[in-house]
């Protein structure tokens, strides 16, 4: 693992096992693997912690998560969901919502600042989904399934996958998985244009990082890490404003107004473009967006 002195203290995790494989890369296991790695209220809220921590980390630049055991994320606890479910009919709440404002594992409606790659090894339903459906790159091993099975328990995908979903596969697609609660194999997956790549299976007992498709992940994030972190972000930022918004024009514009003058003010714009000029690699800084 990388030794790495980090400006600002790591926030305490007990569901994320929490890793730093290579220089600017943070490794996030999902570890609840006799659960599938189905997460309670309290694993987002931490993840939400995490996850802002990551953001504001200037020595990280990307982040991949994969899941412990033979699930990525089989979706939310259902028994803790039915006794807060019990609670709130009884007038017991706390008042606090089951899953942080960026969605289910602080993923789902994460908007944030910096990529993250799913390196899916196993079942990723229902919030497992969710949390796929937005993430920046997905790999996933080819044993993996996929599916939205929440109506067979009487509850929906109401964490932000069925608006992704529908623009990314399409609406029939989305329509058969969330209504049929249909699972879907990698390659299927990957026909659909839900994931980029799919990888062959690691052996049962095979430690997470020699896994095929977490060494497949930590490729993407290692062709990311060695361009212009300022770029990535902003790069980045210009896709997510024109997915969520609809107007491919008006995100150009917004990126425009809002990021131009912070690129082009910074010091890796210049070493990019001197790096060039003298015929060499660049020597990226930690980016100060």
């Known amino acids: 693992m990388s030794s790495q002195t980090f400006k600002r203290q790591l926030p305490p995790q007990k569901y994320g096992d929490v890793s730093f494989p290579a220089p600017h890369i943070m490794l996030v296991i999902f570890n609840r693997p ?18 802002s921590w990551y953001d504001s980390e200037p020595s990280l630049r990307c982040a991949i ?7 990525f994320c089989a979706g939310m606890d259902l028994k803790q969901w039915h006794r807060a479910t019990t609670c709130r009919a009884n007038g017991e709440h706390d008042g606090q ?39 920046d790159l997905v790999v996933a091993a080819k044993s993996a399934r996929f ?32 209504l049929t609660g249909k699972v879907i194999t ?48 902003i790069s980045r ?13 008006n995100a150009s514009r917004l990126l425009s107004e809002n990021m131009d003058s912070a690129l082009k003010e910074g010091e890796n714009f210049r070493e990019g473009l001197k790096a060039f000029a003298e015929k060499r690699e660049p020597r990226w800084v930690d980016s100060k967006l």
Not at 34 to 51: G, I
Not at 101 to 128: C, E, T
């Open 34 to 51: 006799q659960a599938l790695n189905a997460m309670t209220s309290e694993a987002q809220y931490e993840l939400e912690s995490l996850f």
């Open 65 to 71: 998560v994969t899941g412990a055991g033979r699930a």
């Open 97 to 135: 919502q089951m899953m942080p404002r960026s969605g289910f594992g602080a993923l789902s409606r994460r908007h944030g600042k910096k990529p993250v790659i799913a390196a899916v090894n196993g079942l990723a339903f229902g919030g497992g989904m969710e949390i796929v459906s937005n993430l």
């Open 147 to 178: 599916a939205l099975p929440e109506a067979r328990r009487g509850v929906v995908a109401m964490a932000g996958s069925l608006p992704r979903l529908a623009r990314t596969i399409g609406r029939p697609r989305a329509t058969e998985l969330a």
């Open 186 to 233: 990698a390659a299927e997956a990957r026909e659909w244009g839900l994931i980029n790549a799919v990888t062959e299976d690691g052996a049962a007992d095979c430690a997470v990082l020699k896994r095929p498709v977490v060494k497949a992940a930590l490729g993407y994030a290692m062709d990311i890490i060695n361009n212009s972190p300022d770029s990535v972000i």
């Open 237 to 249: 930022a210009g896709i997510v404003a024109g997915y969520e918004n609809g107007s491919a024009e």
